[in-house]
């Protein structure tokens, strides 16, 4: 009798590891020595496993480490293979159990050290240790749907370092900041045409958002864009086009709409832009546009040359995150290790038996 459509559920339903070591098994590319040379393996990853996240002498901490482990090959198995179960037994012919471990380890290191989100210079973060805690026990799905992310943030910050370098601002002087504000700034720099091309301070942003309201954008920053692209590396172009369209159908219509006071667009805008730091008489220049008081006297205008003595502005833009570490302490053995490992993969090779369903 053909197998019910919940029977087949439950078969994939198995770690991907379990379905390739059945399938190698049952089409002889697994041999029985090989079959012993995991089971003989694999308690001994176990203890490992279980000894890093605790300690090996608890028997929640063996099964928890059993778990693990197999998800860790599983993990490893099926990114490598593609979900191709003879291509994943031929890996379990050609390598060790153990080494098939420490592969999935290593995607997952890998995938802790790219960043997060789209912030560059942040230094505190999670550590690898609780990372990988958390991460040995996640799925495929999981682990690819986190990857694709953490590649956009990294192309995100390795294009907005080459915004910054192209304004003439060196990386390591760029730091816990949104790397998106870098990018919309260069893109506002250059269609403002300012000469020379470079990250403005608070004073400069103001005098470009004034040229523009006077004069609106000036054809040759339109041309200088374009230059800007051809030169730009074809990865990073996408996100400079993004960040391009926000500046375009975001922040121009406001700057551009001259019912809209100084004061009030600086309040909206500023946070959105990367600014070099400025000095006191930079201050002057920045309190001056955003002063209600000064804008109703002066009607907005500002004057370079005006006294700073009046004015001060200090502060500081910090981000802070928290990392806490969890420490468990436990009680079992290696023998117990062996013993629940072998019996369970025991009676998942067995005919009729419900193939490894519990290591999941």
């Not at 203890?47 to 028997?59: N, P, S």
């Not at 025991?346 to 005919?351: D, K, M, T, V």
Request: some cysteine.
């Amino acid at each position: 009798m053909p197998p019910s459509s919940q029977q087949v559920a439950l078969l994939d339903d198995r770690p991907f590891f379990e379905r390739a070591l059945v399938y190698g098994v049952r089409n002889g590319i697994v041999t029985q020595q090989k079959l012993a040379d995991i089971l003989n393996d694999a308690p001994k990853g176990m203890v490992q496993i279980a000894e890093f996240f605790g300690t090996q002498y608890l028997r929640p901490n063996i099964e928890e480490a059993r778990a693990r482990i197999v998800n860790l090959v599983s993990l490893f198995l099926e990114e490598g293979s593609g979900g191709d179960l003879a291509s994943a037994a031929r890996s379990l012919r050609d390598q060790t159990f153990l080494s098939h471990s420490r592969g999935g380890s290593e995607m997952l290191k890998r995938l802790w050290a790219m960043p997060e989100d789209g912030s560059y210079g942040v230094l505190a973060r999670q550590s690898q240790k609780q990372f990988l805690e958390d991460w040995s026990l996640r799925t495929l799905a999981e682990y690819r749907q986190a990857l694709a992310q953490r590649q956009t943030h990294q192309l995100a910050i390795a294009a907005g370092l080459w915004f910054a370098e192209n304004l003439g601002m060196a990386a390591a002087d760029v730091s816990t900041v949104a790397v998106e504000s870098v990018i919309r700034t260069a893109m506002l720099v250059y269609l403002s045409a300012t000469t020379p091309a470079a990250v403005p301070n608070a004073a400069g942003l103001i005098a470009i958002f004034d040229a523009i309201r006077k004069k609106g954008v000036p054809a040759k920053g339109r041309k200088r864009l374009q230059e800007i692209f051809k030169v730009v590396p074809e990865p990073y172009r996408a996100v400079a086009r993004r960040e391009l369209q926000r500046v375009e159908t975001e922040d121009l219509p406001k700057v551009l709409d001259a019912s809209q006071p100084m004061n009030q667009l600086i309040r909206d805008l500023e946070p959105l832009y990367f600014l070099r730091d400025f000095g006191p008489e930079d201050a002057s220049l920045f309190d001056a546009a955003v002063s209600e008081d000064w804008q109703r006297i002066t009607g907005g205008k500002t004057d370079d040359n005006s006294p700073v003595d009046d004015f001060s502005l200090s502060g500081s833009r910090h981000r802070t995150q928290t990392c806490i570490v969890q420490s468990r302490s436990t009680r079992s053995g290696p023998q117990a290790a062996r013993r629940r490992f072998q019996e369970a993969a025991g009676a998942r090779l067995h005919p009729g038996r419900r193939a490894l369903r519990d290591a999941g």
